[in-house]
């Protein structure tokens, strides 16, 4: 249980491997871990909201612009899917 939020809390999560520095299977893992152990947190101490800065990667490459939250995601990269999963663990991890 994390001890440095309350449920008044809102946690701002924008900690990642960027695809500038490591673009690979390792650098998906540690980023996907990354989001799970704070998913895992959060489903044990929540907090009001979290506010996780994905990427414009989770959208690949459009067919259309401009892009918004009706836009499909479709990642291509490792970063890319690394964020996506993010966000998919965070949303399980607040409910």
């Known amino acids: 249980m994390s001890r440095r939020w309350d449920p008044q ?6 900690a990642a491997i960027g695809r500038a520095e490591q673009e690979n299977a390792e650098s998906f893992l ?3 871990t990354m989001s799970c152990h704070v998913a895992e947190a959060l489903q ?3 907090a009001a909201q979290c506010i996780f800065f994905s ?3 989770v959208y690949g490459i459009p ?3 401009p892009l918004n939250e009706e836009t499909p995601v479709q990642p ?3 970063y ?3 964020k996506r999963m993010g966000e998919f663990l965070l949303q ?3 409910v």
């Open 80 to 82: 890319g899917w690394s």
């Open 63 to 65: 067919a259309v612009l």
């Open 30 to 32: 540690k980023n996907v």
């Open 9 to 14: 809390t809102t946690l701002v999560f924008c």
């Open 76 to 78: 291509e990269g490792y």
């Open 44 to 46: 044990q101490s929540p």
């Open 92 to 94: 399980k991890g607040l």
């Open 55 to 57: 990427s414009i990667d």
